[in-house]
């Protein structure tokens, strides 16, 4: 569940108004998802599911969310987690 500001789409619910919340939403991307860890920032977050697969979603405008270069641009928003293709492989603990 995820709730507040929704400015950069940090709350990871998909939407494409970025609305606020003042209630918690679910956040339906893991709901068939395990997440063993989870990191909540002010513009954006990231997600590591039991798998060892790293999601990050929100703000994106210096590269925080760890996606390729091209990616990467002054008013980048991600409003749904998306898999960091970087770490796919490694097994992130």
Do not use: M, R
């Given at each position: 569940?995820?709730?507040?500001?929704n400015?950069?789409?940090?709350?990871?619910?998909?939407?494409e108004?970025?609305?606020?919340?003042?209630?918690?939403?679910?956040?339906?991307?893991?709901?068939e998802k395990?997440?063993?860890w989870l990191?909540?920032?002010?513009?954006?977050?990231l997600?590591?599911?039991?798998?060892?697969?790293?999601?990050?979603?929100?703000k994106?405008?210096?590269g925080?969310?760890?996606?390729?270069?091209?990616?990467?641009?002054?008013?980048?928003?991600?409003?749904?987690?998306?898999?960091?293709?970087?770490?796919?492989?490694?097994?992130i603990?």
């Amino acid at each position: 569940f995820a709730w507040g500001n929704n400015q950069y789409g940090q709350l990871g619910l998909g939407l494409e108004e970025f609305e606020s919340f003042h209630t918690p939403k679910e956040v339906f991307y893991f709901k068939e998802k395990i997440v063993s860890w989870l990191a909540a920032g002010s513009n954006h977050s990231l997600a590591l599911n039991v798998e060892g697969y790293c999601y990050t979603w929100g703000k994106n405008d210096k590269g925080q969310l760890g996606y390729s270069e091209q990616q990467v641009k002054s008013d980048s928003k991600q409003p749904c987690p998306k898999i960091v293709e970087q770490t796919l492989g490694i097994g992130i603990a």
